[in-house]
Nanobody, 117 residues
Framework: QLQASGGGLVQAGGSLRLSCASP????????????MYWYRQAPGKPRESVAT???????NYDDSVKGRFTISRNNAKKTLYLQMNNLKPEDTAVYYC?????????WGQGTLVTVSS
């Protein structure tokens, strides 16, 4: 399981950076990973995709976070990031990372982000 971290309680307008790292026992290198995602799930709502980064480095964002969130990765550290700025109460959710290879989807355990108004 991937290791997600960085969640917490923040006031509206604040920032957080989420990280998602792979233990060596899960992945020794990043070469097999085609896409990396951040999802979130708010209470009572379905899980939704927030941001994606492809092998090429291209990125994609849900309209609700465009201009506020930035997805990035460090292949040498085997880590995925989500920089979240200008957070809003509606960003409150459990955030999950997922890495996709040709054969597997690897999920993190989720990290809770709470944004107070």
């Amino acid at each position: 399981q991937l290791q997600a971290s960085g969640g917490g309680l923040v006031q509206a307008g604040g920032s957080l950076r989420l990280s998602c790292a792979s233990p060596r026992r899960i992945l020794s290198t990043m070469w097999s990973i085609n896409e990396m995602y951040w999802y979130r799930q708010a209470p009572g709502k379905p899980r939704e995709s927030v941001a994606t980064i492809f092998r090429s480095g291209d990125t994609n964002y849900d309209d609700s976070v465009k201009g506020r969130f930035t997805i990035s990765r460090n292949n040498a550290k085997k880590t995925l990031y989500l920089q979240m700025n200008n957070l809003k109460p509606e960003d409150t959710a459990v955030y999950y990372c997922m890495w996709r290879s040709d054969r597997n989807d690897y999920w993190g355990q989720g990290t809770l982000v709470t944004v107070s108004s």
